[in-house]
């Protein structure tokens, strides 16, 4: 289905909960969020309507998130009803990675086929601090865990944060010369508990660039990422800019809330509800909400904060 905008909205972001096993800082409160009640979230039936009504109106790709996934209860499930709907060609998730172990062949069973780790340091004190509850040895487990079980694509996505990663950038680029992955370097989005990091801490990803100049662009492949390659790599660099040089242009997505909100774009507060809702109602409503779609984000900056009005454990990340 096309938005107000000509833009071809093909792309579902499903958050199964807003619960995680860590607490980012920029992400996430340090108590945690405050469990809504069991009759406020989507059931895992209403997930699979919702994806239903999705790819009624054209969406092929699917990626679960949250919180964090893995510690869904019913994600197994959740994922292998999703990928067997009619006309979901891809599965994706997003994870801390911390559970990964235990669950990259499962994942792969229920028709998972691509997973993106979020990972911001390779220092174990700094994962510590970043993460307020969080170990670098089991998130690298994680990827340990996906690269074995072969999955396409990896990606890593290391939020840039001034101040406490960018002496990292070059150590985290070499990854994609150790591992067939791609490391992706995202601007920190100033909304929710990204507020309580001073305008300091935010670093455009031309930052990346300045410190890796034997970085080669590589063709566009469509993507939100900008892509470039070191010499030898495996994998590539991918900048994501929402921020210094957003890519709303190119916005293919739409988002649904674990309570059931659709978001037409991440930094707006508007949103329409698909709780209890029929299949022919979701439809109703996906289709609105694609339809108020805004051109662009507005006056998202490193400064001026984002309206979406929650925090991204509570939207999907
Ligand atoms: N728990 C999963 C994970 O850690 O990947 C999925 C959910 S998490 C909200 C998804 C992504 O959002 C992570 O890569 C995280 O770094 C990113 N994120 C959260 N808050 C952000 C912010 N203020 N700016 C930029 N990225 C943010």
Known sequence: MLDGYGRQINYLRLSVTELCNL???YCMPA?????KSHGDMLTQEEMIRAVEAAAALGVSKLRITGGEPLIKKNILSICEQAAAVNGIQEVCMTTNGILL????????????SRINISLDTLNPEKYAHITRIGTLSQALDG??????????K????TVLIGGFNDDEIVSMA?????YPIDVRFIELMP???GDEFTPGAFIPCRTVLEQLPDAVPQSHNGGAARLYRLPGAQGNIGLLSPVSAHFCAGCNRIRLTADGKLKPCLHSREEFSVKGLSLEEMIIQFRQAILSKPACHGELSHTSRSQAGRNMNQIGG
């Open 23 to 25: 607490r980012c800082r």
């Open 31 to 35: 108590e945690g969020v405050c469990k």
């Open 101 to 112: 172990p235990h669950y990259t062949k499962p994942l792969k069973s229920a028709g998972v």
């Open 143 to 152: 990827l340990h865990a996906a690269l074995d079980a072969g999955f396409d």
């Open 154 to 157: 990896i990606k890593l996505n």
């Open 174 to 178: 070499q990854l994609t010369k150790q």
């Open 191 to 193: 909304m929710g508990h």
